[in-house]
């Protein structure tokens, strides 16, 4: 698979010093001043987890015709809010509870997205160290957070469809359209029209929020 120069160029811009990762004690100072207003300590965090994005993008089957660098785009801003919404009180690392949001914000992209294609096979490596300290209940913390998000764009039964198809809830397991339609007694494809309308509302209440903040 051939990755474009765009993807190339970043991926090795992101080699640099600035980007590099965080130790847990580097990481607790620029929490605690970002969270006091300094907005060179949120940067510095947010460039020290770009490279995480990108690995998180090998969870993902990615159709080769769609421009990596939009899906980077999704997953950054993701990692963006789940900065910003970080509780430092939390005793994990930021990116145990950030990458649920990565992963949230490239799932709903990928959505609007055709699945028939060859796919990408990334050959990038990265080093996790000891930000890997991921725990169930991070994941549940953040789910919970992103779910009440969607509770305030959605009605009742969109949210319910975008929870069942993105395993937001436990047991956190993503459901075929079948298997909400049978859940919730409506067909296969009126599921994946509301799926998609509710996606678009989710997409555009959130472009609305970046350009506000």
């Not at 096979?121 to 994941?139: G, H, R, S």
Request: charged residues 30%.
């Amino acid at each position: 698979m051939i990755f474009s120069k765009s993807f190339v160029q970043y991926t090795n811009e992101l080699n640099k010093e600035e980007y590099s990762p965080l130790s847990r004690e580097e990481e607790r100072k620029l929490l605690q001043t970002m969270k006091e207003g300094d907005e060179k300590s949120k940067e510095r965090i947010v460039k020290a987890h770009l490279r995480f994005v990108i690995y998180l993008l090998r969870e993902f089957k990615i159709p080769g015709y769609i421009d990596l660098m939009d899906l980077i785009q999704e997953g950054n801003e993701g990692l963006l809010e789940g900065v910003i919404r970080f509780d430092i009180n939390q005793t994990c690392r930021v990116f145990s509870y950030a990458r649920y949001y990565i992963k949230w914000y490239i799932s709903r992209s990928l959505e609007m997205y055709s699945k028939n294609s060859n796919f990408y096979e990334f050959p990038i490596e990265f080093n996790f160290d000891e930000v890997e300290d991921v725990k169930e209940n991070v994941k549940e913390f953040a789910y919970d957070d992103i779910l009440q998000f969607i509770k305030s764009v959605l009605n009742e039964k969109e949210t319910k469809i975008i929870s069942l198809s993105f395993g937001l809830e436990p047991p956190f397991k993503a459901n075929t359209l079948r298997d909400i339609g049978s859940m919730l007694h409506l067909d296969a494809e009126r599921i994946r029209q509301i799926k998609k309308d509710a996606l678009i509302k989710i997409k555009n209440k959130q472009n609305t929020i970046n350009l506000l903040t």
